[in-house]
C-alpha cells in the first residue's frame, strides 16, 4: 500500500512517464531511468507507462500491450518499486481530465508545440501516409492531465520537454483562474546533471531507437552485442578540430563515468592526454563495465519473467492504488467545473 510513512509526510510529490516503444537502451537508462531510481529515496514518486500516449504515432496494435508489459518489467529489473508504477490506461481518469483540460487550452498556444510540428514532419517523411491524428496535436494536453492530476511538485524529463511543462503549467493557472481557487499545484522541471550518450554509429547523435538499430545498445542484449556493438564504435568522426577529444572517445568516457567506473576513467584518460591510449584498452573497458550493468539487471529480469502472473497482478493492484489518488482530483474538478459526479 502507498500509505505515506510518517516521516515522509512532507514529501515532494515526483511524476514521470514514458512511452512503451521498443527496448530500454543505454541512453534511456544512464539519461532518465537511473535518475528515477533514485529519486525515490527522497521523494514520493510515480511513474506512468503511458499508453495512451504511444497511439498518438501509427503504431501495432498487437504489439501495444505487450510492450507496455515488456517496459514495465524493464522498470522494475532496473529497480523502479512496483507500487510507484501505474499503466495509464488502467486509470481512464487521466484521460477524462484531458478532454476537460482541452477546453481550458487556448488553440494559439496548442499550435506553438514543436514536438508536434518535430513529430508530424516525421510522419510524412518516414511514409506514414501523411498521417498525422489529432491524437498527436493532443497529446500535450493529456500529459498536462497525467502531471495535474498527482498534483506534481517536480518532473524530472528532459530539456526537449520544457514547452509541455510550462503549457502544463499555463493550463494549471488558467484553470485556478477559472474556478476561482488555487487549485492545481504549478509543477517544476525537475533537471538533473544526466549523463548525454551518443550513438555508438554516430557519436555526434543521441543514442535513439529511431535512427535504426546501429544506433542504440539494448540494456538487456546479449553480453556478445554489447560487446560488438563497443567494439565497432566509431572512434574517428573525420575533422576533430586539433586539442579536442573526439565525440566517439568522448563517448566510450562518458560511458565508463556513467557505468561509475572512475578509476578506469581516470587512468585511460591519462593515458589519452599523454598520447598513449590505445582505443582497445578503452573499448574493452567500456565493453566489461556495460556488460556488468547489464548482468544485473537480466538476472532481475528473468526472475520477474519467471513470476509474470504475479508481478502483472502486483502491477494492477498498484494501479488501482494509485488510482485513488487521480479519482480524488477528478471528483474536486467535476465539483469545480459544474460537471456530474457517479461515484462518491
Ligand atoms: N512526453 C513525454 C516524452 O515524450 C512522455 C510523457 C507523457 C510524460 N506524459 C508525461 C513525461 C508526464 C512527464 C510527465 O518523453
Redesign the pocket.
Known sequence: QRLKKENMENRKQV?????PTGHMHFGNYFGAIKNWVDLQEKYDCVY?V?DY?AMTMPYDPKKLRNNTWELIFNLLATGIQPENLFIQSLIPEHSELGWIFNCFTPYGLATRMTQFKDKSLQNKEGGADNYISVGLFDYPIL?AA??LIYKADY?P?GKD?EQ?LELSRNIAQRFNHQVGKEYFVLPETLYTEVPKVMSPADPTKKMSKSAGEKHYINVFAEEARIRKQIKSAVTDAGETPEGEISPGIANLFELLKACAKMDAHDTLMEDYVSGNLKYVDLKQAVGDALVEVSAVFKERKAEIVSNKKEIKYKIKASSAEIRKQAQQTLKDVKDLTGLMNVRF
Do not use: R
Request: charged share 5%.
Open positions: 511524476l514521470s512517464c514514458i512511452q506512468g503511458v500516449h500529459q497525467d502531471i518532473v524529463v520537454q509541455h
